[in-house]
């Protein structure tokens, strides 16, 4: 559990409650999304928005957990650019490819981002203000 935290720590993912374990959203996240969603230290070498970022632009359109999870179960199964909530990011890094996992694991992962605290990466307000012209929420 600590050296899981510590790996974890780049996530900064504060006051996670469920228990580490080979499948849990957290494990699954980092197996299947960490490499391009990260976390804080992401800078402008970055392949794909941080997590931080595509748990915010989710909420403003789903509010509830279960309206989250099944918007994300269904992009990563397969992202459209019709669907997507963050075409600004499609323009600057391309579309997402659809990750192969199942509906269970993706689900797992989807409960992990909306539970979980990310931080907010030192330049993200300015890049938002730039993106939408308003401070980010
Ligand atoms: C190979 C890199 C890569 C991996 C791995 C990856 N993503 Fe993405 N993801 C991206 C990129 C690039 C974008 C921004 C462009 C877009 O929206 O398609 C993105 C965007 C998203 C979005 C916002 C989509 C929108 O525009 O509405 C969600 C949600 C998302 N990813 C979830 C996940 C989850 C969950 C996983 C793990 C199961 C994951 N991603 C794995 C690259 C990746």
Not at 19 to 42: F, N, R
Not at 89 to 116: C, H, N, T, V, W
Request: charged share 25%; net charge negative; with cysteine.
């Amino acid at each position: 559990m600590i050296a899981k935290m510590i790996f974890s720590a780049s996530l900064l993912v504060i006051g996670l409650s469920n228990s580490v374990h080979a499948d849990s959203g957290i494990t699954l996240y980092e197996e299947h999304c960490a490499s391009c969603h990260g976390g804080e230290e992401m800078g402008p070498d970055r392949v794909a928005p941080p997590v931080f970022a595509v748990k915010g632009h989710y909420l403003n359109h789903y509010e509830d957990k279960e309206s989250f999870v099944k918007a994300i179960v269904a992009w990563v199964k397969k992202p459209e650019i019709n669907r997507a909530h963050m075409p600004g990011a499609i323009r600057r890094f391309d579309l997402m490819p659809a990750i192969d996992i199942s509906q269970e694991q993706s689900a797992k992962i989807a409960e992990f981002i909306y539970d979980g605290q990310f931080q907010r990466p030192g330049w993200y307000a300015e890049h938002y203000r730039q993106e939408h012209g308003e401070d980010p929420k």
